[in-house]
């Protein structure tokens, strides 16, 4: 009988994601930096730094996660196991607007499923998908904490709110 | 959308309505950082936490727990730096009035954080906004960098020895972490999975230090109750419950909005139906959840001629609780199926996944509702559900599994017409 060698890599082995880490500018550098100040153990600012990647690069893509490992000492898979537990981080492109139709129970009650089925017509998608030229992506989501003003959606982080057909036309229409 | 006080002198909500009220210059000249100043001219740290214990103010988070009694288990001696943190993860489905707390009157906020910072010995605080709120997070930023300039953030605070500094802190998108725990866990850089209590945060909260994490309202109401002492403050309210509270309406009335109450306003009938305008293009009234989503949902007839007193007592006598003050109404076109299958298909959403309980009973209880939904129901489809409770309600690691369960349970139990008629056959609650 062989006896086969197995090599356990230590878990602080740098795991290689065949890419270099993101480069950012000296002034989102220095916004990094900001955050990192705020507290005594750096791996606190994930979250905040995770939203700058994301701002930057579209989505929290390898190159930007290798960046965090290093920038925050902490493995890939430390960023990763962060990064998949939170719905507003992406690892996956999305959509240059990314329209979040908040579905929950006092704006389902004030119509949030005619708002989806507008946007849904109005651009040819479907709730989860993203329209062929990269610009919009629908999602439903959960309360957005707008329930005064419902129906509700968000654009990126912008609210708008009390929502009726002509209403978002409008805004639909304006984006640049 | 309306922002009103009824029934008492607006407190929480004096500045809001004001041009600029975000301003510094506007909270100064509006009764604004008296209070900081009064805490710092000679009130010790426990004869601060005495007033807030003597206000009776609750936690209005959710959880209602005495303020001034969790301010006093941080202990005195630990050697650890001790934080407060402020609770601005609000995600509890039918809540938004911390939104404009921060959005109008920031200052209010920071001023109440230094004054539990001053109180708790405390050097750092942190503000956790939920990430949706990204404009407020910015709002927040502006207000403490025009405290920071004038002398009222940073090193000795208005000449004195108090040394504070607050920071701003994003979430991204977990209602969990709305839980304290599971927000702790979040600031330090994890998963927002909540942690075993004891040790509770106030012995070993954030970087294992003495921690106390209080709601946005919480705070905010904390200025006042210094101005005008524990005593008076406590007697705006009842005595158990004391001071005013902000309801959140929202749903099927002619003005929703944020309003502010006394606590133990006399009649929640007379507050649906004319203080929030009466019920949208005049309908029936069929149900209401007073406290936000994980509350239990009130029948029109637990409501209507019932004189409900809107308190923490008031409300379990009635049937509910107040919970974090998310009121919502619902009038007689909903299907309290649908809104409860709604509030499930919430629930197994945000579930973290920690627990099996939670993780595994929510996403049961969606497979169940749909399949009722797409005409699949069993005559004993009422009691599966209520089983499927049955083994999460308690036995979740956190609260969140309570919070799943209880809007079924009550469902089933006040409304089982519009699950009756989805079953094959009648049942017995």
Redesign the interface.
């Given at each position: 009988m062989s006896t086969q060698i197995v090599n356990i890599q230590p878990l602080s082995q740098p795991v290689d994601l065949g890419v270099e880490a993101a480069t950012f500018s000296p002034e989102v550098e220095a916004e990094i930096d900001r955050h990192l100040a705020?507290?005594?153990?750096i791996?606190?600012?994930?979250?905040?730094l995770?939203?700058i990647v994301q701002r930057e690069r579209g989505y929290l893509d390898p190159p930007g996660v290798l960046y965090l490992a290093n920038r925050?000492k902490v493995r890939v898979t430390d960023i990763w196991?962060?990064a998949t537990?939170?719905?507003?981080?992406h690892t996956q492109p999305i959509g240059k607007y990314h329209i979040q139709v908040c579905?929950?129970?006092?704006c389902?009650?004030?119509g949030a499923g005619k708002v989806t089925e507008h946007c849904s017509q109005k651009l040819g998608i479907k709730v989860g998908e993203t329209t062929a030229d990269g610009r919009f992506t629908l999602s439903e989501?959960?309360?957005?904490?707008?329930?005064?003003?419902?129906p509700m959606f968000?654009i990126g982080?912008?609210?708008h709110e009390n929502l009726t057909p002509e209403k978002i036309d409008q805004i639909l229409d304006k984006l640049p | 959308m309306r922002i009103a006080a009824i029934g008492c002198e607006p407190l929480q909500l004096r500045r809001v309505h004001l041009e600029d009220s975000q301003t510094l210059d506007v909270y100064r000249r509006n009764g604004g950082y008296e209070a900081l100043k009064k805490v710092l001219d000679g009130m010790s740290p426990d004869d601060v936490i005495n007033e807030v214990k003597k206000s009776s103010l609750r936690g209005r988070g959710g959880a209602g727990f005495p303020t001034g009694m969790k301010w006093s288990f941080v202990p005195k001696d630990s050697p650890k730096p001790k934080y407060v943190v402020c609770n601005a993860d609000e995600s509890e489905p039918g809540t938004f009035k911390d939104r404009y707390l921060m959005e109008r009157d920031p200052h209010m906020l920071i001023e109440g954080m230094l004054i539990a910072a001053y109180a708790l010995n405390s050097k750092t605080c942190y503000i956790y906004t939920r990430g949706e709120y990204k404009y407020l997070i910015d709002i927040m930023d502006v207000a403490l960098e025009e405290a920071r300039k004038a002398g009222l953030l940073g090193d000795k605070i208005l000449g004195t020895d108090f040394s504070c500094e607050i920071h701003t802190h994003t979430g991204a998108g977990a209602y969990i972490c709305g839980e304290e725990t599971a927000l702790l866990s979040s600031l330090e850089g994890l998963r927002g999975h909540p942690r075993m209590k004891p040790p509770f945060p106030a012995v070993s909260g954030l970087y294992a230090a003495p921690t106390v994490v209080n709601n946005v309202e919480t705070l905010t109401a904390v200025p006042d109750i210094i101005k005008m002492g524990g005593e008076a403050y406590q007697k705006l309210g009842t005595e158990k419950s004391g001071g005013t509270k902000l309801w959140s309406v929202s749903g099927h009335v002619k003005l929703p909005g944020v309003y502010e109450l006394p606590m133990g306003y006399d009649d929640m009938e007379k507050f649906i139906m004319e203080d929030c305008g009466g019920m949208l293009n005049d309908k029936q009234l069929k149900a209401c959840i007073p406290g936000g989503s994980s509350v239990y949902i009130m029948r029109a007839d637990q409501i209507i001629g019932k004189d409900v007193r809107m308190d923490y007592e008031g409300l379990v006598a009635a049937g509910s609780s107040v919970g974090s003050g998310g009121f919502i109404v619902m009038d007689e076109t909903v299907d309290v199926f649908e809104s409860t299958k709604n509030l499930t298909e919430f629930y197994k959403h945000e579930s973290c996944g920690w627990c099996t309980p939670c993780r595994e009973g929510t996403d049961w209880l969606v497979k169940v509702f749909k399949r009722i939904e797409n005409g699949g129901g069993r005559p004993d489809d009422a009691q599966l559900m209520l089983d499927l409770v049955d083994n999460i309600e308690g036995k979740s690691f956190c609260p969140l599994g309570d919070a799943a369960s209880w809007p079924i349970q009550s469902a089933i139990k006040r409304f089982p017409e519009d699950f009756k008629r989805r079953l094959s056959t009648d049942f017995t609650d």
């Open positions: 705020k507290y005594p153990v791996r606190s600012a994930i979250l905040p995770m939203f925050l196991e962060v537990f939170y719905s507003m981080i579905k929950t129970l006092s389902k009650i004030m989501v959960e309360c957005l904490g707008s329930c005064g003003t419902a968000q982080f912008d609210y | -």
